[in-house]
């Protein structure tokens, strides 16, 4: 492995981020641990672009753990929207009550009270003790590791599972926090958010833009010739899943006011009718919303095997509940 300048790597990549960064609602002077902790919940797995309006839209309505606590987790995750993997809804209004009935409404400020909430795992409960309370500690997410690989280990991407040696070299360039030392603190937790913002907008995975790039003089990656990925990444597929399917489900149950029966989920051609009427003709008369939800689910054309198996699996995962009146989100 290089021995690169860490000073001068820690000096060029923050004063990059001070002089780049975007300018996040969550990152704001104004935003407190809760609103940290809403976007770092978003945030996984899904883009700032779609995660921004669902987040202002969400702490405009609930300022506080409180406030969402109160609420049923229905609503929780009717207002999750189209983000993308609802489970983080509902661990969020987990976590939320958690907060509410153990920490006074204060989301906790240490690492190991963090991860003892619901959904909170290792990779949060790091970026909401460095980015709400300024906690010195390792945040490794993929933009991070990214980033590593490339600058250090000279490698075009990170391995595809994070290990050990990703994290000890995480916490080695870490700069260094003495006790009592202000400076280092502000420097370790500055280094974190701006690697990160530099994963997000420079070194990114597929079109790295490296003559924006502060350290691009010191990066292994460059100096080895830029050599290619050593395994081709697998894309996600989506069309006929039972990911798309999912969603599909989830917008028709976000946007029924009433349980749904459970035919008309289904798709069987013989029971999606209410009252002698189309299903598809009752949601037109509910809202634009409603009747796109429909349309786009029966456009699907599910075979009945796969319909089965994603309701069953919305019902396993509590995002979804059955009721002799059908099927609705979880109360």
Known sequence: MPHPDLEKI???VTAWYAANARELPWRGAAADPWAVMVSEFMLQQTPVVRVRPVWEAWMERWPTPAALAAEPVAEAVRAWGR???PRRALRLHAAA???TDVHGGKVPGTEAE???????????????ACFAFKVPTVVVDTNIRRV???????????????NAAELALAARLLPAAGEGDNAGTALANDWNIAVMELGALVCTARSPRCEDCPVVNQCAWIAAGRPEPHYKPKGQPWHGT??????AMMAVLRHSAAPVPRGDLLGAPDLAVAAGEPRIAVSARQGDAAHEAWVTLHALDAPAEQSERVLASLLADGLAQHSPDGI????
């Open 10 to 12: 820690h000096h060029d």
């Open 148 to 162: 590593h690989a490339r600058l250090i280990r000279g490698r075009a991407l990170p391995e595809q599972n994070q």
């Open 328 to 331: 609705s989100l979880p109360h």
């Open 97 to 99: 009550v958690v907060i």
């Open 114 to 128: 963090l991860l003892a909430l619901p959904g909170v795992g290792t990779y949060t409960a790091a970026a909401i």
């Open 242 to 247: 039972d990911r798309q399917l999912r969603g």
């Open 83 to 85: 983000l993308g993997y």
